[in-house]
């Protein structure tokens, strides 16, 4: 049963994603001179942005929070997904007053002056460069506990991987989005078999770790006064997005 599941996911997926290639213009298309990005491209890169940190952040945050991380990442996730509403309605401003891409220098600048743009654009600038970094040596350090490699080689490798990146940035965002995508085809066929695993493999015991998460995190937030209960929340969902 399991092997004609997975068989049968896998033959799905490379149906899907072999339509999906042979389409024209999936990822990008030329208009008035310029290529601009799908829907399709610009969703992958958004969700791929999102997807890496599953491989690492969930132990992260148990690190910091114990098994109450099972709630959080739910509950920060479902969070998560309702401020992007905020930022549709942050693109839809921007468009109305003629503003297009800058995100939030833009928006920031608009709302509140050059000076506090300057230091959103600068935060920003600052996240992401770390963000690559300790993601490229968290990479290299995870894959190494598989593969034994010389401490010179185990040392280049993040170099090799932030400078690969760079390299796509400066090719720019067409070149960038195909790669992310063909990254994608991979993640997707590995996750979902990781998943569908999962479901096979889940044991009452399982369900009893779940359940003792969601009843910590009850016991915490009711058990208490309320500044308890806000600093329960906010270590439980900060812990997560640091974590991510």
Known sequence: MKEL???????FLLVLFVSLIRK?????YLC????????????????????????YAPSEAHR???????????????FIRFSTTRMV???????????????????????????????AVASIIVDYILTACISSVSAVANGTTFIS????????????????????NILGIRENARFTFSVFIVA???V?????????????????????????????LTEDNLFHAMYTVAAGVGSCILAY
Do not use: C
Request: hydrophobic letters at 55%; zero cysteines; glycine letters at 8%.
């Open 89 to 119: 309605e942050i693109a839809e401003i921007l468009e109305k007053n003629g503003i297009k891409g800058g995100g939030v220098y833009s928006f920031s600048y608009l709302v509140l002056g050059p000076k506090i743009s300057f230091i």
């Open 32 to 55: 008035g001179g310029r290529w601009w990005l799908t829907w399709l491209s610009v969703g992958v890169i958004t969700f791929m942005d999102e997807f890496t940190s599953i491989f």
């Open 188 to 190: 997707i066929f590995i």
């Open 192 to 220: 979902l078999n990781l998943i569908t695993l999962g479901f096979f493999h889940f044991t009452p015991q399982n369900l009893e770790v779940i359940k003792a998460s969601f009843d910590n995190v009850y016991r915490d």
């Open 24 to 28: 024209k213009n999936l990822l990008a």
């Open 149 to 168: 490699l010389p401490p010179f080689i185990e040392t280049l490798l993040p170099f090799a991987i932030i400078w690969f990146i760079a390299g796509l």
């Open 64 to 78: 910091f929070i114990g098994n109450k991380a099972i709630f959080f990442i739910i509950f920060t996730s479902i």
């Open 5 to 11: 599941v997975l068989l049968g996911l896998n033959l």
